[in-house]
């Protein structure tokens, strides 16, 4: 029986049974990333870029298998939506392993650090437990979508309809 709990508990955590969102909260917004030149930008000043678009948001890095099979879905994604923003935060543990990573798998978009990765305030804000994960935040700021690990599930190709 308390095999049975601590399984239980541990998937309950791993795979993150949170509530979902519908807007970012302050510590997630109040949280430093970087450019690819290196300068440090919040993520409320991010999504600030982007006011009155639809943002396609995905948690990645380099070295995440996962993540790297999902690109070619991700690349028909911004086919099919080419009118939403794409901007990837990564989870690299540095800007050159972000930088060979957005070459070598030919990733078009806008990129950001997160230098502490899954563990940043943005991340635990969000109980980012798993990558690749991709949200939607419509063109108001909303957060539409706030998990899905997969660039081709309906919940998100419905999100940006």
């Known amino acids: 029986m308390k095999k049975l ?6 998937l309950f955590v791993f795979f993150g049974c949170t509530k979902p969102l519908d807007k970012f909260p302050e510590e997630a917004l109040n949280d430093t990333m970087l450019t690819l030149s290196g300068e440090e930008i919040l993520f409320k000043d991010i999504l600030q870029k982007y006011d009155g678009k639809q943002i ?3 948690a990645w890095a380099s070295w995440c298998g ?18 939403a923003v794409y901007v990837f935060l990564s989870a690299d543990r540095s800007l050159e392993s972000l930088k060979r990573g957005i070459q ?14 899954m563990k940043s305030d943005f991340g635990k804000s969000i109980s980012l437990s798993w990558i690749p994960r991709y949200m939607v935040v419509d063109s108001q700021g909303n957060i539409k979508l706030f998990k899905s690990v997969k660039a081709d599930d309906q919940k998100l190709i419905q999100a940006l309809q």
């Open 5 to 10: 709990v601590l399984l239980i508990s541990t």
């Open 56 to 58: 396609v948001i995905d």
């Open 66 to 83: 996962d993540c790297i099979k999902g690109m070619p879905k991700v690349k028909a994604l911004q086919d099919q939506f080419p009118n």
């Open 104 to 117: 070598k798998y030919q990733v078009v978009g806008d990129h950001y650090l997160m230098p502490k990765g």
